[in-house]
C-alpha cells in the first residue's frame, strides 16, 4: 500500500468518527477549597465540539486522496 492510500483511509475514518460524535468530552479536577488540611475537589465536564464541517472535510479529503491515487498508477 501506498502512503498516500493509508493517509486517505485515516481521513475516511476520522471524517465518519467525527460525524458520530459531534464533539469530545472530558472530565477536569479544580480544587475549590484549600484551607490547610481541609481540601475540596470538584469535578466538571467539559465538552470540546466538533463541527460537522471538519468530518465533512475530513471525508472529502480523504476521498480525493484515494481516487488521485488511484488515477496515478
Known sequence: MRTTTIIAI???ALG???F?????TY???ENVV???PLQM????KKTFPLPPIIGALALVGGIVLLV??????
Open 34 to 36: 484549600d484551607l490547610g
Open 41 to 44: 475537589t470538584a469535578e466538571t
Open 27 to 29: 472530565t477536569s479536577r
Open 10 to 12: 485515516i481521513l475516511i
Open 20 to 24: 458520530g460524535y459531534q464533539g469530545i
Open 16 to 18: 465518519i468518527v467525527a
Open 68 to 73: 488521485t491515487g488511484r488515477k496515478k498508477d
